[in-house]
Structures are given as structure tokens and as C-alpha cells.
């Protein structure tokens, strides 16, 4: 079974740019999350999707993100535009309904310049 | 307001010596208590739980916690460390299933051959 996958592994843009990231998730997880992890700091969560429906989205940081999970499948986070404090570790996790084990992606490293 | 506490930031340890990784939360109602681990170059993957039940638990590659609810911790433990075990350690807790993780700033494990 493929894990949580995501893309790209690694970003570098220049401060203002826009950047997307996209999220797998298992197959069948209703649940997905997104966290970010700035250097030095904790991980913090970000957003929750209960399929296709955004659930929490308490931890977004401002109207520069957005956040989408069309038809409850992939979920997309876009950066617009992108500045120097967004530099971080993106991380996505996705579980079954109910569940609390969450299934960490490998992340994606975002470097704005 | 929950919060977790790693008061070790790094840790170095010999080659097959034991170890121990403090971990400390807080919270005004019971949690559930996780440590993940990251080792270079990949995602967070669960090492254990505790939900309910026996304060000891344990977890893959040869870790156990303690659940200590009266010193509100959730040590992690092992008697040998392995090369292999160097990696960064993250204790976490979540309120229900299916929320969000709420994780610890994370202790850099080192082992020395």
C-alpha cells in the first residue's frame, strides 16, 4: 500500500512568487492534515480536511494560504504570494475516520529567498 | 490549552547504552500521548501510543513510555541504542481521535559508535 506522498520534495522561490503543494494521501483516509515546521521551531498544525470539507482551520497562518482537497482525494496548499517567514517543512498526514494514527508524508522543504 | 514539553534538545548516547528521552505535558483534560520519529531524509512515523490502559507501553524497534499521569510525562526509553536509532524524536499528544496533533519541539538522538 503507497503511503502519504507529496510534491515537490523541495521548493526554492523568491520572496512574492506563488507555490503549490500537493498532498496524497492513503487511499480511503477521509481524514487529511497539513503542518509546518519552521526551522528551529515545532511542528504546528496547519489545517484539517475531513474529505472534501475543511474541518479546522485554526493553525492557517493568514489569507496568504490557501488550501483545497477537491473531491476528497489530493489536497493542494498554496502559498500567494510567498514571503521569507514560509520558509519551513511542509508536512502532510492523512488517517482513516475515527482513527489516531496519522501517516506522516516525507514533507516538502519550501525555501523562499 | 494543551501543551508538550522535550526539555532535551539533544541527546548523545554510546552505541548500545541506554537511553531515555524526557517528555512533559499539559492539559486541563485527559490527552492521548505519542512519540514519532523522523530519521534523515524521511517523513514521521508513529513509534507508540498511549490511549488507555497499562501505563508501559511499547512501541517498535525496542522503545517503551511510561505514562505518568500524576507527573503529567511520557518518558521514552530504551535499554540499547543502535546506530540506526540516530534520528529525531517528537513526543505529541492529541485531545480525541481525529484532531489535530499537538507535538513537542523534538529531541535530536545521537548515537556514538
Known amino acids: 500500500e503507497a503511503g502519504v506522498t507529496q510534491f515537490p520534495s523541495h521548493s526554492v522561490i523568491e520572496k512574492g512568487q506563488t507555490v503549490t503543494l500537493r498532498c496524497d494521501p492513503i487511499?480511503?483516509?477521509?481524514?487529511l492534515y497539513w503542518y509546518r515546521r519552521v526551522m528551529g521551531k515545532e511542528i504546528k498544525f496547519l489545517l484539517h480536511?475531513?474529505?472534501?470539507?475543511?474541518?479546522?482551520e485554526s493553525g492557517m497562518p493568514n489569507n496568504r494560504f490557501l488550501a483545497e482537497r477537491t473531491g476528497g482525494t489530493y489536497s493542494t496548499l498554496k502559498v500567494q504570494p510567498a514571503e521569507l517567514e514560509d520558509s519551513g517543512v511542509y508536512f502532510c498526514?492523512?488517517?482513516?475516520?475515527?482513527?489516531?494514527?496519522?501517516?506522516f508524508g516525507p514533507g516538502t522543504r519550501l525555501t523562499v529567498t | 490549552a494543551q501543551s508538550v514539553t522535550q526539555l532535551d534538545s539533544q541527546v548523545p548516547v554510546f552505541e548500545e547504552a541506554p537511553v531515555e528521552l524526557r517528555c512533559n505535558y499539559s492539559?486541563?483534560?485527559?490527552?492521548?500521548l505519542f512519540w514519532y520519529v523522523q530519521y534523515p531524509n524521511q517523513g514521521l512515523q508513529l513509534l507508540l501510543k498511549?490511549?488507555?490502559?497499562?501505563?508501559l507501553v511499547k512501541g517498535i524497534n525496542g522503545f517503551e513510555a511510561e505514562f505518568n499521569k500524576s507527573q503529567t510525562s511520557f518518558h521514552l526509553r530504551k535499554p540499547s541504542v543502535h546506530i540506526s536509532d540516530t534520528a529525531e524524536y517528537f513526543c505529541?499528544?492529541?485531545?480525541?481521535?481525529?484532531?489535530?496533533?499537538?507535538f513537542g519541539p523534538g529531541t535530536s538522538l545521537s548515537v556514538i559508535p
Open positions: 505529541a499528544l492529541m485531545k480525541t481521535s481525529y484532531d489535530k496533533v499537538i
Open positions: 498511549y490511549l488507555s490502559g497499562s501505563t
Open positions: 492539559s486541563s483534560v485527559s490527552v492521548y
Open positions: 487511499s480511503g483516509h477521509d481524514n
Open positions: 498526514a492523512s488517517s482513516l475516520h475515527h482513527s489516531y494514527e496519522q501517516y
Open positions: 480536511f475531513v474529505k472534501e470539507s475543511k474541518q479546522d
